[in-house]
């Protein structure tokens, strides 16, 4: 192998993998429906006995509440409840815990990211919890 051939081997290895990892991830808000609903607003209800509506607050209110990470005014995260170890620990008593035992907790975070941004107060489909 010549030495320019080379190299164009390895610039064409090299670019293919920087495209799959910029390559966003493409979000299931409707996952993040049930996620949402299934494993944040069963224990708001359970815990404050009224559920944390997605349309109590703006995308932007949303967006900076995931981007801050502070839940439970700051004594935990918010990142804590899609971690797989929270998913394992609930699984035997929350189905929605079970079926995704096994997702990416990004991935798990960009669903519901996605699905409170819809259902807020300024979203395309604000929503309740009902
Ligand atoms: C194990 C119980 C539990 C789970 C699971 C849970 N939360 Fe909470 N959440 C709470 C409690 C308790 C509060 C405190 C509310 C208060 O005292 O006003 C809270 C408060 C909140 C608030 C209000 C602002 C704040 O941080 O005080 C938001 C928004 C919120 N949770 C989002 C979420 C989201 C999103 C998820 C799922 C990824 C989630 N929560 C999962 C118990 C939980």
Same mark, same amino acid.
């Given at each position: 192998?010549?030495?320019?051939?080379?190299?164009?081997?390895?610039?064409?290895?090299?670019?293919?993998?920087?495209?799959?990892?910029?390559?966003?991830?493409?979000?299931?808000?409707?996952?993040?429906?049930?996620?949402?609903?299934?494993?944040?607003?069963?224990?708001?209800?359970?815990?404050?006995?009224?559920?944390?509506?997605?349309? /109590?607050?703006?995308?932007?209110?949303?967006?900076?509440?995931?981007? +801050?990470?502070? $839940?439970?005014?700051? @004594? #935990?995260?918010?990142?804590?409840?899609?971690?797989?170890?929270?998913?394992?620990?609930?699984?035997?008593?929350?189905?929605?815990?079970?079926?995704?035992? /096994?997702?990416?907790?990004?991935?798990?975070?960009?669903?519901?990211? +996605?699905?409170? $941004?819809?259902?807020? @107060? #300024?979203?395309?489909?604000?929503?309740?919890?009902?």
């Amino acid at each position: 192998m010549n030495r320019k051939f080379g190299l164009a081997v390895v610039v064409v290895v090299l670019g293919a993998g920087a495209m799959s990892a910029a390559r966003a991830y493409d979000s299931d808000w409707k996952r993040g429906r049930i996620y949402y609903r299934q494993i944040c607003t069963t224990c708001h209800t359970a815990e404050l006995k009224k559920p944390i509506a997605p349309n /109590d607050r703006t995308m932007a209110e949303w967006a900076s509440y995931l981007q +801050a990470n502070k $839940h439970n005014k700051g @004594k #935990d995260t918010v990142s804590s409840y899609f971690s797989k170890q929270y998913r394992d620990s609930i699984k035997a008593k929350n189905p929605a815990a079970a079926k995704y035992a /096994d997702v990416p907790e990004k991935d798990l975070i960009e669903d519901v990211k +996605a699905f409170v $941004h819809k259902s807020a @107060k #300024d979203g395309d489909a604000p929503a309740g919890c009902s």
